[in-house]
């Protein structure tokens, strides 16, 4: 009788059956939704609404989206990343957008946390999650961050990001996905070109005089691509703070190597390397400013550095006619 109790008759397993299956198919079809979600409707032919952070990762979704695209960028030319605190406003347009897009890699250190939970509900990228990781330089001195983010100082890593912004417009609006295809192949032929050209121009210096001296850390990947040595005062995050020790080392170091020029960047103020000048100029060493270079933005609109092409172009050129 206790035997008879406890099994289910054919009716009782079907239904414990069809339940199950209810279940399974219940779960797939939310993940089917979630992935619904995330894929732009073919009826809709209005420009896709992207968000960006950095004006380099704004300039790349322009090229890459062309028309198909209407981009919003946060950060404007002379705005620091490493410090930025979002709006009001920027949460707004964050809501907004159906596509976002940022650096990755601890850059925007205060927005980490939103772009988490942007994860959750729209195509939210880091531009530098398809680089090796092995190749990615360490940022363990600036506040615990893993790796620089710095990554457009290497027109390579910046050609894999290009590619990422390609790939994730082309899943979010398929219907245009040749479109993006074909934008991303006539830029990178340009970044191409760039990193040819940044190689022959680094190559007019001197070997004994590559040295470039900056405000903060941000040109470790130009100088492993270039074959420049890189100082900075300050680490890889401005949010780093430096001391009057940190400029007595970066005053020795000129003045024990003979160094004629430092650079100041646009989005640091520059009485940090004035500091460190003054120091060497103590010291019986001249050192004079190479020039502005462009670290963490863009410049403004119709300057020699308002696209990343040309902020590249641009850092060379001073460089190199300061350092030659």
Known sequence: MDEMKIKKSPFERAKMTLGVLAFIVLVACSKVQDQVDHVRASANNSPVKVVTTIGMITDVVQEVGGEQVEVIGLMGPGVDPHLYKA???DIEKLDQAEV???GGLHLEGKMT????????KKRTVAVSKDIDPSELRSGADAGGTQYDP???FNVRHWITATQTIRDTL???????ADVY???AEAYIAELEKLDAEVKERIAEIPEQDRILVTAHDAFGYFGDAYGIQVMGLQGISTAAEYGSRDV????????EHKIKAVFVESSIPTKSMEAVIAGAAELGHTV?????????SLGEPGSEADSYIEMVRHNVNTIVEALK
């Open 87 to 89: 709006s009001q406003g």
């Open 100 to 102: 976002v897009f940022y």
């Open 113 to 120: 946390e939103i772009f988490g939970k942007l994860e959750q």
């Open 150 to 152: 710095h990554i457009w």
């Open 170 to 176: 082309s899943a979010y609006d398929p219907d245009h």
């Open 181 to 183: 295809r074909e934008n």
């Open 248 to 255: 007595a080392k970066l005053r020795d170091f000129l003045v």
């Open 288 to 296: 004079k400013i190479g020039g502005e270079l462009y670290s963490d």
